[in-house]
């Protein structure tokens, strides 16, 4: 499965970005910067480094090293590698889904449990602590909760939201559907429209904070008849235009920050 979060939007320029990032502490900067240059990276992964730019994510999302920090949907552990580093001296990183959404992560900690020893896994989103996270993160997810329908993407954020803290932030990056284009397309394209995600985070009791634009793409045109999948890492399509999806890149994404609300 996929998965997609909820945050809030007021910054859309790439200026905007870059005073949010250029904003974060020095040392948060420089503890995520080592944590992606962490030798126990896999090399495929750091080469989507351009991509998905993490440094500046994580720092938008504002996760600090001493966060409780839960991952829902990690996947095969893409940002697990960054995470479980930075969070390992004064963190603490939970990675949560249904059981078959964990292999990934399960691996990688078989593999190098001196790296990933400390990582909880949580079978089941109802399994980790009420109220006990600084941080929520998913990353290109929602779209696989909106494939089982509204409902299954609004248990999730609202799982979410019982997670947190008062005051605790959701950290959401999604492929983007242009606002424009017709919502069914949210159920086979791969992409979500940006007022779908926030609208399953405040159903659930968020609040927007802002919104980035460090994963945006232009050149993703978001219309493709094998969905978001025709572009890199999947490149659905093989050999057939190949050079032209690479040439795209990987998808135009939504980055979101919201806040579970004090009171």
């Not at 495929?44 to 001493?66: I, M, S, W």
């Not at 896994?121 to 696989?144: C, I, K, M, W, Y």
């Amino acid at each position: 499965m996929r998965q997609t979060i909820a945050v809030l939007a007021v910054a859309t320029t790439a200026v905007a970005v870059a005073s949010v990032a250029v904003g974060a502490p020095q040392t948060q900067r420089s503890a995520l910067k080592a944590a992606t240059e962490a030798s126990t990276r896999t090399p495929a992964n750091k080469a989507r480094d351009p991509y998905r730019h993490p440094v500046e994510t994580l720092a938008f999302f504002g996760v600090q090293p001493n966060h409780t920090v839960v991952e829902i949907f990690p996947g095969g552990g893409w940002y697990t590698e960054i995470l479980a580093p930075y969070l390992s001296a004064k963190g603490q990183l939970w990675v949560a889904a249904p059981a078959g959404g964990l292999k990934g992560v399960q691996a990688l900690i078989a593999k190098d449990a001196k790296t990933y020893g400390k990582v909880k896994v949580a079978t089941g989103l109802e399994t980790v602590p009420a109220n006990s996270a600084d941080v929520v993160l998913t990353f290109r997810n929602v779209h696989n909760w909106r494939f089982g329908g509204q409902d299954a993407a609004q248990q999730v954020f609202n799982a979410a939201f019982r997670m947190l803290k008062p005051g605790g932030t959701l950290g959401v990056v999604e492929h983007r559907l242009p606002e424009s284009r017709d919502a069914a397309a949210e159920e086979k394209s791969g992409y979500m429209k940006t007022s779908s995600v926030i609208g399953f985070a405040k159903a659930a009791g968020f609040e927007v904070v802002g919104q980035s634009e460090v994963n945006a793409n232009p050149k993703d045109t978001a219309d493709y008849p094998d969905g978001v999948w025709t572009l890199p890492p999947v490149l659905r399509k093989g050999d057939v235009d190949r050079a032209k999806y690479v040439a795209i890149g990987e998808s135009d994404r939504m980055t979101v920050r919201f806040r579970k609300p004090k009171k």
